[in-house]
Every structure is written in C-alpha cells, then in structure tokens.
C-alpha cells in the first residue's frame, strides 16, 4: 500500500507523519511505530492511516491526539465539495459549479472596484496556509487585484514576538536554533506558553532537560499541564510580564549578575533599560503582578547562577496590547545574562501556526513582500516587481493590519468585499460580535474552506478546497525549517486547490501576469523573489527538502556562475557571531510597564484570559468535526474561593460578562487558578464575544489575553 511521508495539518511543529493509502485494501490495524494508528474514511475511499515517522527530528515518531487522528476530516460527510452562491430571494446557499461561482466572484469583484476604487477588495489569509499560497494570496492583492488591503490571521498569533526580534535582533525567526537545542540548557523559562497542551511531542524536551539536571520555570497565571512537568511556577496577574522582565533586570543588576563583557561587545541600549529597571524593586513587583517578592528573589538568584539560559514566549505575554514591550523586556532578560549567540541558549519565541513563520515571510502581511522585504523600501519594490514581471510603481503600499481591516470593512473607504483564505474570523477574531457586523456590512464576503466554518456561513460565495493530505506544498516550521508536505490521496471530486482557486481569479479579474497553480513553480518562483531578502529560501528545492529534514532558513542559492559550488548548508542556527543588524549588535530597548488596556472595577472586578485546551484546534473549524476527539464545548476555569463567593458549582453554568458581550458556560472549579482570573478557551463561538480589541501600537496584535470580566452564577 503506498505510503507518503508528510507533515501534520495542525500547528507549528509541523511533526513528521506517514500517510498509508489504504484504497481497496481492508482496513489494517498494524501501526508503523510508537502510539496508536488512527484511520479516516474516505469516502468510499477506503483507509487513509496516519503512522509513525520515526526518523524525522522534530518529533521522533511521537504524535499527539490530534495528529493521530487528523484523517478524520477525509470523506467527511461536512466536507465542501461544491461551491455555494448564496440566492438572493430565498438567502440560501445553492450549488453551483465552478465557472459559475469564479465568474460571478470575478464580476463583483471588477464591479466594486470600478465603483470605489481597487482598495475596495480586501484579501484576508492565514498562518496555516503553505508557503506557496501565501505568497500567491499576496501577488493576488497586489498584482491581479492591485489592492493593499491584504493582511492575514497571524496579526493574532505571533506578530508582537516577531515586531520584537526585528527591533532587537534585526530578524524574525521564531527559534533561532531547533528545538532539541532546548535539552542543553541549564535554565528554560517558559513565559506564557502550554506547551505540553500546545506542542505536545515538544514537552519531551522539558523531560530530559530536567533528567540532565536542568531546571524549567514557567510563568503563567493558570498551574497547567506545561508547570506540572517543571520546577518552578510563578503565577502572575494576566497582562503582568513586564513588571516581571523589568523585576528580574532589576535583581540582576543589583546582584553584579549581569555580563558586562557580553553588552560592551555585542549590544546596545544597556543603559537605559538599566535605568527603568532601577524603578522596579521586588516589592513593586510583587504589588503589580502578585508574584511574591521571595519567588522573583530566587527566579533572579538561579538565573544569575546559571551557565546557559533559554527564556521562550508564547501568546499568554505576547497577545496583550503591550505585547511587544513584554517580549522585548524577555529580551533584555536574556541579553543582560550575555545568552543570545552563545550554544544551548538564548531567546526564542514559539510560534503557533502550521506555517505561523512562513506564512509571515512571503507577501501576505499587509507591510511585506516577499523574502521578508518590507513594501515601503523601493529596492525590495523594484527586486519582487521584476520576478512578478510587473513595474514597481504598480505595486501598492503598506495596507490595514488584520483587525484594522476587519472593522474597516463595509465603512466609508473601507473594503466593499473581502476573500478569506484559512481563517475563521467570525470564531477567532477579538470582539466577534463587532467583527461579525462588519462582515454583515460588506457587499461581497467569499470564503475557502474544507468546510462549513461559522465564517463561510456567513458568505456570499463559498469555494470548496482541498486540505493538507490531497495537496503538495512547504511549511516553515517554528524553527525556521522548510520542509515539504506531499500530497498522499486525491482530492474528492469537485474540489480544487487554494492555488487553482487564486489562479483562475486572477486570469478572470484580468491580472497582467498569469499564476502558476504548480506549488513546485510557485516555490520555485517565490525562491526567485525571496533570493537577498532576509528569509532567503532561493538555495531550497523540493527535491532537495524532500531527501533533507527540512532546510533552515537563510538559504541562498549558490552562484550560477560557480558550478562547482557546494549548496549553501542552510542555517540552523543564527546570532553565533553577528545579530542581524547592520552593525551586528543586539539592541536592549528600554520599555516600561504601562498596565492592561481594559483595568479591573467595581462592575468588571475579574481578569479574563483565554487560550487553548490539548484535544481542540484554534477555531475548531476542523477538530471539532473530528469525531475521536472530545468536544465538550466552551467552559469557564475559576478557582473555588471565587466559586464559594459567586455561589458557582463545578459543572452547572456561569455567565461571563465584559463591555462587550456575554458567553453562558459550564463552570469547571479548579484550584490551579489565580482567583482573581478566569480562563475560557476560544475553540468554540463565544470566548472571543468576550475580548477586548486594544492593539498593541507596533504589532498591532489584539489583546487577546486579557480584559476586565464579571462572573455571575
Ligand atoms: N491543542 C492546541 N495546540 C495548539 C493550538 C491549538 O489551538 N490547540 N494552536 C497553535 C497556535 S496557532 C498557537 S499560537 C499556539 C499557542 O500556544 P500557547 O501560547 O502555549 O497557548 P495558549 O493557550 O494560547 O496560551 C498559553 C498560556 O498562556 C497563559 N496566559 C494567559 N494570560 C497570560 C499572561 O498574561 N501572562 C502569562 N505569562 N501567561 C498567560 C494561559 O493560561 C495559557 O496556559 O498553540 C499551537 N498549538
Ligand atoms: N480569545 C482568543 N482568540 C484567539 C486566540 C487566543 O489565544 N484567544 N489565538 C489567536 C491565534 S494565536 C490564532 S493563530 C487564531 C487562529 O484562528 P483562525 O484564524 O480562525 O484559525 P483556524 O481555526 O485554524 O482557521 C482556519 C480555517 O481555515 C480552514 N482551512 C484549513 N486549512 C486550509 C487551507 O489550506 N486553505 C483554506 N482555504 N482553508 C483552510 C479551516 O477549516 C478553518 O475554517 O486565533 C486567534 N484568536
Ligand atoms: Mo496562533
């Protein structure tokens, strides 16, 4: 039976996985290796199995539920597999084929610009789409529609870590070494990160590190799966990290601890954080995050004691209106130590998305283009307009970031229509309440997706696509490797690919160029537009990735003229010599705790956080649908001394409510807790009624992670 190796469809590990097509053949439930294997029908199909990939470095074999279980989508009876226009006298959607639905698409698009300009279609993609779709959404935009109102979900993932590693280190790779790096060190703080929920076959790192003798520290209000595999827990005030970073600079200043050796040689800026740093001693601290004084004493005494130090953020710091501030204040904690550049240390931001850091290099933000060129700097312009074939001055300029877009639309100068590509915004998007009216607002909302999500429902036009094991293309992972998923099944009849789809629009709305639907062309030519940029991918290959595990970025091509030149090995890791700005040094930017955008009160006297449970996927768009993986819906975590107040009882329902919205759930009682916080995860319609759409100015990420809340049983 044919076998392909492949890539996982969830999140940023992008574990290696085997496909056996098991067309035609009974069913068999011999496994490849570790774990259970785990079928999905398909459709008639036959099995489709996902087995063991034991010899791929990311994960070793090991899968975690979802993984296991990810066929489950194939021949799925809520699988798209026409397109959908929706009637105008009965506002239901009907089955059309697809000349129907392109051209009708196509029409309305061209009509709407002709009537208010080309800035009138919006484009909104994802951080889960391959590379190539990625860089083919933003050519769509720019090219075919010429609109510079495109931007995509990862405004909501991971952008305030990257805004911090360009200001600090002149470069945005989530990791800046592979992951098993992390075993080495002597000291791992995990700020705002569940990775033994989030990344499951990651957390046998945090095991063995400690079997060398490491210790984990892991800050995070909630006591969670992650802190119980670590040492040491400290337990903020949600929307807190900085005061902490500041906290820890503060001691190991006062302690001698910090590397002036390091600083002098490979910094700047050292002075004036050293300056705000003065103004948080261990009691201020302790007031502001309600982390006890002692616990920050002993944080500071083991990281000063320390030979190597990794501190990694996840979305608990990054998803706050001054989430950039809080990831440069970790920053400047493990620069201070002298442990960026030196082996088995350093910083590292865990990205989230299937391709969160690829799908952030190619053209889909609405500042970039592709090879992590920025849209304002006329050389990146002129380079990405001679690979498109297109002058330079057609090129538009930066657009509205993804929140700024969605509440933009349907306005005065704001989009009329808008095109999503992997995103389920109505589910995911801050304030959706707001978001879902503006959506109501536009005069054409056209949706790609595998399946019915709660955001092509509201659309106007639904396009059916096909999904990771019926397509070819590359995902960047969170260590900057490149690697290939292969297509291991055909797709169901009647469905296309997100490349065919933008293809045969783009020819419709009379795009100057034509659009490959080819992912190797496609790659291949991203390669081109990438080659100088500073995610340089133009020395990769499919063939190449396909025998490697993966190549890391930077990976220039090697002279045409120097035919025997080696390629260029790729980059594992980066910082050993030089940071990447011009004069190589690293820069401590001097940021100060500000507080959340929405404080407690009287009528809203709780924080609010949210975030993700281990059996569930962002949305829900596709694990909900999942059969073998428990869907309980939405709850609300509250420790018992708040229960006992509010007369709440574990299993029976609260009301949430914020200056937004309201959400009714069962109450799940747990002492692992901050009573002063309540947790809702956002994998179902709800939790983000709830959020608060404060950005933060640079990244312009949502404050996803915090807001001001009352809990009533
Ligand atoms: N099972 C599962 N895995 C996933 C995903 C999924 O949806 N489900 N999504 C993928 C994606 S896109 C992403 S971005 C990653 C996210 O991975 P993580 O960042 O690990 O996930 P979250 O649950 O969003 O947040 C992590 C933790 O932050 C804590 N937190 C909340 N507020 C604060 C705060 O103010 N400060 C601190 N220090 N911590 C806080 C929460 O209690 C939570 O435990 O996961 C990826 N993996
Ligand atoms: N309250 C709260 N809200 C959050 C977060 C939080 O922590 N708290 N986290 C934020 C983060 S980090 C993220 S990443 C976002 C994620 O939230 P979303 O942007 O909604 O991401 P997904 O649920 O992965 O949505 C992907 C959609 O695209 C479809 N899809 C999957 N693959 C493809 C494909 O190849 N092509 C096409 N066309 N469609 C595809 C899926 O079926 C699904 O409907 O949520 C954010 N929202
Ligand atoms: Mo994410």
């Given at each position: 039976m044919p076998q392909t190796r492949t890539h996982c469809p969830y999140c940023s590990l992008q574990c290696g996985m085997t496909l056996r097509d098991g067309r035609g053949a009974p069913s068999s439930g011999a496994g490849g290796g570790r774990g259970a294997p785990s079928s999905g029908t398909g459709g008639g199909r036959g099995t489709l199995e996902v087995l063991a990939w034991p010899e791929f470095p990311v994960n070793e074999g090991g899968l975690c539920r979802k993984g296991w279980t990810a066929t489950g989508l194939r021949g799925h009876r809520e699988r798209l597999t026409t397109p959908l226009v929706r009637d105008r006298s009965t506002g239901e959607l009907r089955a059309v084929g697809w000349d129907e639905a392109l051209d009708l698409v196509a029409s309305r698009l061209l009509a709407l610009q002709a009537e208010s300009g080309r800035d009138a279609v919006g484009v909104f993609g994802g951080g889960g789409l391959t590379n190539e779709k990625a860089y083919q959404l933003g050519k769509l935009a720019r090219v075919a529609l010429g609109t510079s109102q495109v931007d995509y979900n990862g405004r909501w993932c991971m952008s305030s870590a990257a805004s911090a590693g360009n200001q600090a280190f002149g470069i945005d790779r989530g990791l800046p070494f592979p992951l098993a790096d992390l075993e080495q060190t002597d000291v791992l703080v995990l700020v705002g990160s569940n990775l033994v929920e989030t990344m499951p076959p990651a957390s046998r790192h945090l095991d063995r590190l400690r079997a060398r003798g490491g210790t984990v520290v892991v800050v995070d209000p909630r006591r969670t799966p992650t802190a119980d595999r670590a040492d040491v827990l400290l337990q903020p005030v949600p929307g807190t990290d900085l005061a902490l970073a500041l906290g820890v600079l503060h001691l190991l200043d006062a302690a001698g601890a910090v590397d002036e050796a390091y600083v002098a040689e490979r910094t700047t800026g050292w002075e004036d954080v050293r300056r705000v740093a003065a103004g948080w001693w261990p009691e201020r601290v302790e007031r502001v995050t309600g982390v006890p004084a002692t616990e920050l004493r002993a944080l500071a005494t083991l990281l000063a004691g320390a030979g190597t130090v990794t501190v990694l953020t996840a979305r608990g710091a990054e998803q706050h209106a001054q989430g950039t501030a809080t990831v440069l204040g970790w920053i400047g904690v493990a620069l201070a130590l002298g442990m960026p550049g030196k082996p088995h240390a350093g910083y590292g931001c865990l990205t989230g998305q299937g391709n969160g850091q690829g799908g952030r290099e190619h053209g889909q933000k609405a500042d970039q283009l592709p090879g992590y060129r920025m849209v304002d700097d006329p050389a990146a312009r002129a380079h990405v307009a001679r690979v498109w074939g297109v002058a330079p001055e057609s090129l538009p300029g930066a657009g509205r970031s993804a929140y700024e877009l969605l509440d933009a639309l349907g306005r005065p100068g704001g989009p009329r229509a808008l095109l999503v590509l992997g995103s389920n915004i109505v589910v995911s998007a801050p304030r959706a309440?707001?978001?879902?009216?503006?959506?109501?607002?536009?005069?054409?909302?056209?949706?790609?997706?595998?399946?019915?999500?709660?955001?092509?429902?509201?659309?106007?036009?639904?396009?059916?696509?096909?999904?990771?094991?019926?397509?070819?293309?590359?995902?960047?992972?969170?260590?900057?490797?490149?690697?290939?998923?292969?297509?291991?099944?055909?797709?169901?009849?009647?469905?296309?690919?997100?490349?065919?789809?933008?293809?045969?629009?783009?020819?419709?709305?009379?795009?100057?160029?034509?659009?490959?639907?080819?992912?190797?062309?496609?790659?291949?030519?991203?390669?081109?537009?990438?080659?100088?940029?500073?995610?340089?991918?133009?020395?990769?290959?499919?063939?190449?990735?396909?025998?490697?595990?993966?190549?890391?970025?930077?990976?220039?091509?090697?002279?045409?003229?120097?035919?025997?030149?080696?390629?260029?090995?790729?980059?594992?890791?980066?910082?050993?010599?030089?940071?990447?700005?011009?004069?190589?040094?690293?820069?401590?930017?001097?940021?100060?705790?500000?507080?959340?955008?929405?404080?407690?009160?009287?009528?809203?006297?709780?924080?609010?956080?949210?975030?993700?449970?281990?059996?569930?996927?962002?949305?829900?768009?596709?694990?909900?649908?999942?059969?073998?993986?428990?869907?309980?819906?939405?709850?609300?975590?509250?420790?018992?001394?708040?229960?006992?107040?509010?007369?709440?009882?574990?299993?029976?329902?609260?009301?949430?409510?914020?200056?937004?919205?309201?959400?009714?759930?069962?109450?799940?009682?747990?002492?692992?807790?901050?009573?002063?916080?309540?947790?809702?995860?956002?994998?179902?319609?709800?939790?983000?009624?709830?959020?608060?759409?404060?950005?933060?100015?640079?990244?312009?990420?949502?404050?996803?992670?915090?807001?001001?809340?009352?809990?009533?049983?």
């Open positions: 309440g707001h978001v879902a009216e503006r959506l109501e607002a536009l005069d054409l909302l056209v949706v790609c997706d595998l399946v019915m999500s709660e955001t092509a429902a509201l659309a106007d036009v639904v396009l059916p696509v096909t999904q990771w094991a019926e397509e070819t293309g590359t995902m960047t992972n969170l260590e900057g490797r490149v690697v290939l998923r292969q297509q291991a099944v055909p797709p169901p009849t009647g469905v296309r690919s997100d490349l065919e789809v933008i293809a045969a629009l783009a020819e419709r709305v009379g795009s100057p160029v034509a659009f490959s639907a080819d992912p190797e062309e496609v790659f291949a030519e991203l390669g081109r537009a990438s080659a100088g940029g500073r995610a340089d991918y133009s020395g990769i290959t499919y063939d190449r990735i396909r025998e490697e595990h993966g190549v890391f970025w930077p990976c220039p091509a090697t002279d045409p003229a120097d035919a025997g030149a080696a390629p260029h090995p790729g980059t594992p890791r980066l910082f050993g010599d030089a940071f990447a700005h011009p004069d190589g040094r690293a820069r401590f930017v001097a940021v100060d705790h500000r507080g959340t955008a929405e404080p407690t009160d009287a009528a809203y006297p709780l924080h609010l956080t949210t975030g993700r449970v281990l059996a569930q996927y962002q949305s829900g768009a596709q694990t909900r649908r999942i059969p073998d993986l428990p869907d309980a819906g939405p709850f609300v975590e509250l420790h018992p001394m708040l229960a006992a107040r509010i007369g709440a009882v574990d299993g029976r329902r609260v009301v949430v409510t914020t200056r937004r919205g309201a959400l009714e759930a069962p109450a799940r009682v747990v002492d692992t807790i901050r009573p002063d916080t309540v947790f809702v995860p956002f994998h179902w319609v709800g939790a983000n009624r709830l959020t608060n759409d404060a950005l933060d100015p640079s990244s312009r990420m949502p404050e996803f992670k915090v807001c001001a809340a009352a809990v009533h049983a």
